[in-house]
């Protein structure tokens, strides 16, 4: 089984709909939580870290629930400049090491 | 944000040659650097963990003297892929992580072994 778990997608939704990825994590030892960002060939970028309370930043909402060891990333209002791929990452406690899903595609469509 | 840097940008090679990429924090001092590898349509995979004055911390299944790490300063990692062969091409990825422990990556070095 795989560390993190993403649905590859992908994704293909209208300009302005809202769409959420779901990731789980198995390593019941990890404490951080991220949201990357990727375009094509790329590195990525950090879009969002992922808090126990739940955090927003514009049309982005992260949840994290660590009882069922999964989070959770909803994009309300797609842009056209969403489309990506977006990676779910995980940091274990007493490492610095970063653990990443597959990713997620997400198409928006005009 | 903090800038990470990486060079080449892009590097194609003959089999059996060796590549070195660089990888640098621009505005921060790094003790660790991670280097990844990206095929395509898949994630980043961890290679290995680059610590400043030490050996570096290879992942499983990562052949260590494949895949040489120097970390001589703060703010300069290399990974010199030996004897390179295609199925060594890749997206390679290095970050920082910085003071704040937040990660900063470079932008990738993209390998083409002929």
């Known amino acids: 089984r795989k560390e993190v778990e993403q649905d590859p997608g992908p994704f293909n939704v209208p300009e302005g709909a809202t769409v959420a990825f779901n990731c789980t994590y198995s390593n019941s030892a990890s404490q951080s939580f991220f949201w990357y960002r990727q375009d094509c060939r790329k590195e990525p970028k950090l879009l969002m870290s992922?808090?126990?309370s739940g955090n927003e930043d514009g049309r982005f909402t992260a949840q994290l629930n660590r009882a069922s060891q999964y989070i959770s990333l909803l994009i309300r209002d797609s842009k056209l400049s969403d489309s990506a791929t977006y990676l779910c990452?995980?940091?274990?406690?007493?490492?610095?090491?970063?653990?990443f899903g597959t990713g997620t595609r997400l198409k928006v469509l005009a | 944000g903090a800038v990470v840097s990486q060079h080449p940008s892009w590097v194609i090679c003959k089999s059996g040659t060796s590549v070195k990429i660089e990888c640098r924090s621009l505005?921060?001092?790094?003790?660790?650097m991670f280097w990844y590898r990206q095929f395509p349509k898949q994630s980043l995979m961890l290679m290995a963990t680059s610590n400043e004055g030490s050996k570096a911390t290879y992942e499983q299944g990562v052949e260590k003297d494949k895949f040489l790490i120097n970390h001589a300063s703060l703010t300069l990692s290399t990974l010199t892929v030996t004897s390179a062969h295609p199925e060594d091409s890749s997206f390679y990825i290095c970050?920082?992580?910085?003071?704040?422990?937040?990660?900063?990556f470079g932008p990738g070095t993209r390998l083409t072994v002929l």
């Open positions: 990452v995980v940091n274990i406690a007493g490492t610095y090491k970063y653990i």
């Open positions: 992922v808090y126990s």
């Open positions: 970050s920082a992580r910085a003071p704040s422990d937040e990660q900063f």
């Open positions: 505005d921060f001092q790094a003790t660790t």
